[in-house]
Structures are given as C-alpha cells and as structure tokens.
C-alpha cells in the first residue's frame, strides 16, 4: 500500500511568473557577455570572468594525459601465474617467487603466444562447440537403442 504526500495548495503569489527575468551585461571591464538574471538583480559577473578571478591551478592546465608505455621485460603476460616458469637466462620462479636453488636446472619455458583474431577465436568455439553436440546427440541415440533393446528382450 502506497503512503500518500500531503501536499498544500499553492495561492500563486510565492511562485515567480516567467517573465521575471532579464539580461544584464557583465560588469568586468573589457567582457561584453550578457547574462539571464532575475529582475531583482543589480549587477553580475560571468562565468568566464569568475574563472579569471579565481584562477586555476596550473597542474590542471600544464598536465598532459600520460599514456603508459610498455616496457619489454623478458616475461610473457601471466607469467608469475604459471605454477612453475623458467626465464630464459635459466632463473626459476614458482608462482610469480624465484627459487634461486633451481637456477639454471630446467630448460626454459616455452609459452604458447595466442595469434589468431577474435573472430577466429569465435569461430573455433562455435565449431567445438557444434562437435559436442554431435558427440552427445550420438551417445544419447546410442542409449536409447540400448534400452530398446533391453525392452525387447524382455517381452
């Protein structure tokens, strides 16, 4: 059950008509803007004067954005999740810590880089996906044969 508001009537005399409004220029020397105020107003400043006067801070305008550049490691992506990685100078690390006891014992770990497309990605899915599918189809016609069968053989 919803509450209702209680709400009271206005008379009309505390609401504003639209036509209480009117433009001022700016007061700063030099600024030609004209600015919407109410008609009680005397004298306004703009926005762009505002900003003049308050100023800003010199960071936001010197900064530039800074892109992240990447720097070659010698380590594939994911590497310090692999349970055991040997780099290629024969330093040993399991799961991301280096065993300094190991150095130099292994060969090193040859990472399988993925080169094919999204697309390609998809498309791989969807076949392996389709050749399950048979696969099922096919054990559960295979079942019901079966049964059929035991059926039979019982009558």
Known sequence: MRKRRRTSKSDGSTIRPKYSTHT????????????EVDTDT????CWECV?????????YLTQPTKRLIKT?????RGWHL????????GRVFEMGKENV???????????????LSKSERRRLRDEKK??????????H???????EREENAKL
Not at 24 to 35: A, M, N, Q, S, W
Not at 72 to 76: K, M, N, R, Y
Not at 141 to 147: L, N, P
């Open 82 to 89: 692999y349970k055991q990685f040997v780099h290629s100078d």
């Open 141 to 147: 016609e295979k079942k019901m044969k079966m049964k």
């Open 72 to 76: 070659e490691t010698g380590f594939p």
């Open 101 to 115: 006891e190991l150095k130099g014992t292994l060969p090193a770990t040859q990472v399988k880089v993925n080169t």
């Open 51 to 59: 900003q003049k006067m308050v100023g800003i801070d010199v960071k």
């Open 42 to 45: 005397v004298e306004v400043v």
């Open 130 to 139: 389709e050749k399950r599918e048979a696969r099922l189809v096919k054990q």
């Open 24 to 35: 001022l220029k700016c007061c700063r020397e030099g600024c030609t803007r004209e600015i």
